[in-house]
């Protein structure tokens, strides 16, 4: 049930992760402001192409590979939670990687190009845009996150009293039907992915 669980959620984190630079504003390319009349250079396109070639065949490459060794290996709940995450990060940290990467190369073509140059500059400044929607202050994030590490603590403190099999997975009529042997890392299994999700929301 957990490799499920971690390999749809490494499917979609890669698939999001490949659209990046096709999700965003047209003008801004990797992060760098584009003039319009040059949104069509062939090169740019040629960065987003290339971004979204590289990320999609190496999280297909790594998804495959985890498919494979829990299918052949058949490991414990422990081992495939862990390897679940440590992918999800490595996807995030290759993707972030490479976006810096085109990012550079992005800005040293703006440059070379000089796309700016015959161009003025003017800076707006809505004021009435407070009173729009806004993003919520990255610190409200630390609560959910605090009450989860809690929720973790406390499942340690009584761990003991935890019985031997853990349930997994409960069927439409509300009683669980699946079990893993109780582990320190099965246990808390549920709380460390919802702890991962909020760290990532957090970063995003």
Known sequence: MSFAIFL??????????????FLVKRSVVFGVTIPEQYLKEPQLKAYKKSYAFIVAVISLLISAFYLGWVLLNQPGEEKTVLLGMLIEFGIILVSMSLYFYYHGKTTQLKKAKKW????????????SIRSQDEMLPWYVYLLPILITIGLIGYTALNYQILPEQIPTHWGANGKADAF????PLSAASLLLVLLLMQLMFLGI
């Open 8 to 21: 749809i959620i490494i499917l979609f984190l890669a698939a999001i992760q490949t659209a990046v630079p």
């Open 116 to 127: 700016t140059d015959h161009l003025k500059q003017v800076k707006i400044t809505d004021l």
């Open 180 to 183: 893993t042997d109780k582990t």
